[in-house]
């Protein structure tokens, strides 16, 4: 298995990336979020991977960060979701974004993805939510360790704490997925406080 590339960036669009690594320029598909954030053609990068190998292909997905990675294989363990679906929903969402969405129940979230529709954002949400809901109690992210990806920013730990003041984790992730992501964690969970104590 391949685990990553460093190299030189030869060609780059929003959903592929090709990057050479000794003398040879592997094709990446990417989602659009890290597309955008690799340096242009010419500069050094690296790449987490996932292979995928089927009876007729055998294709590489790239990512900027390990959590990235790890999501997309949470995600494509679900059933019905594929590569396409998972770059689809990374595209939209990060991988923070994902396990609170999963952890609230909110299927509209992954609706936002090319090709997501309601059936598959609600089979989503179901099958990830005691996963990631475990994780965000407990202030990992995920429940299962180092397969997927453990959020620590300031919504994550704003979960954790809510959960320990003795809400439940859904309804401590509803509250801060509806707040701005980029405020510090003590105004997150003000905010969410104020919320979830009018419910």
């Known amino acids: 298995?391949?685990?990553c590339l460093t190299g030189k960036i030869l060609k780059k669009t929003p959903d592929t990336?090709?990057?050479?690594?000794?003398?040879i320029g592997f094709a990446v598909q990417v989602p659009a979020a890290t597309g955008g954030s690799l340096p242009a053609p010419g500069r050094e990068a690296t790449l987490y991977t996932v292979m995928n190998v089927t009876e007729n292909d055998v294709s590489l997905y790239g990512f900027?960060?390990?959590?990235?990675?790890?999501?997309?294989?949470m995600l494509t363990?679900?059933?019905?979701?594929?590569?396409?679906a998972g770059l689809a929903i990374l595209s939209v969402m990060t991988p923070e974004k994902v396990a609170l969405a999963a952890s609230s129940g909110d299927h509209k979230a992954f609706t936002k993805a090319s090709g997501v529709g309601p059936?598959?954002?609600q089979r989503?949400?179901?099958?990830?939510?005691?996963?990631?809901?475990?994780?965000l109690a407990s202030g990992t992210g995920f429940a299962s360790g180092?397969?997927?990806?453990?959020?620590?920013?300031?919504?994550?730990?704003?979960v954790a704490a809510l959960v320990s003041l003795g809400y439940n984790t859904s309804d401590a992730a509803q509250a801060v997925a509806r707040i701005d992501e980029d405020l510090p964690v003590q105004e997150i969970i003000k905010i969410a406080l104020r919320s979830l104590s009018r419910t």
Do not use: H, N, Y
Not at 64 to 73: G, I, N, P, V
Not at 77 to 84: L, M, Q, R, W
């Open 1 to 3: 298995m391949i685990d």
């Open 17 to 23: 990336v090709v990057i050479s690594c000794g003398g």
């Open 64 to 73: 900027a960060t390990e959590d990235q990675r790890a999501c997309f294989k």
């Open 77 to 84: 363990a679900v059933t019905g979701v594929g590569p396409k």
């Open 119 to 121: 059936k598959l954002a």
């Open 124 to 135: 989503i949400t179901l099958e990830l939510k005691d996963k990631v809901g475990k994780g």
């Open 146 to 158: 180092a397969d997927v990806p453990a959020p620590a920013g300031a919504p994550a730990q704003a």
